[in-house]
């Protein structure tokens, strides 16, 4: 191996420390506890090795959340996949991405949440996101009928999220989450 794939190597590995790092800080302690202090001294780097991978905070938080839309893209292709007929899928990828949202809630909200610099909805969408987002629009396809599909697709996001969000926030009870989400499989498998 030569001097320089090890080097590109060594790079990538303290990239995923760091992202790892700051994941698993940030479901422990929350995102206020994430610091690159902090995420040097978890990683056993200095601060200006960090800085040589990425900007600040803001960048890790941005990687994470990447990290992330890729781990529901792959939950939600998943659920479309295995789901037995259209409707099925809907409620699959709706329970799929509820469940996701719930188990990571730290990782939902640097997607989601917070302030990152992420592109969305333009041509520069990380190919993760845009791949999440095309496994939803798969899954309402069947029923897009007149509706344009982007649209659709972008309504019935914002549906979980919604849903996802009022309920984590404690502005939607629990106990009802389930009868909430039939609602919206419903009005979106139709």
Known sequence: ??????????????????VAAARDLALAEGWDAVTTRRLAAEIEYSQPVLYSHFKGKDAIMAA??????AELAA??????????????AVADVAAAYTTFAQ????????????????PFASQDVPTDLAR????????????AGEHDLEALTETFWSGLHGLVTL???GRLRRAD??????????RFSR
Do not use: K, N, W
Not at 64 to 69: I, M, Q, T
């Open 64 to 69: 994470v959340a990447v990290e992330g839309f």
């Open 177 to 186: 989450h389930d009868r909430r989400l039939a609602v919206l499989v419903d």
């Open 167 to 169: 309920m984590r926030s």
């Open 75 to 88: 939950a939600v292709a998943s659920a479309r996949a295995s789901a037995s007929g259209p409707r099925e």
């Open 132 to 143: 999440g987002f095309a496994e939803l629009a798969e899954t309402v396809c069947p029923f």
């Open 1 to 18: 191996m030569s001097t320089q794939a090890r080097r590109e190597r060594e790079r990538a590995e303290r990239e995923r420390a760091i």
């Open 103 to 118: 188990q990571q809630p730290a990782l939902y909200d640097a997607m989601f949440t917070l302030a990152v610099d992420l």
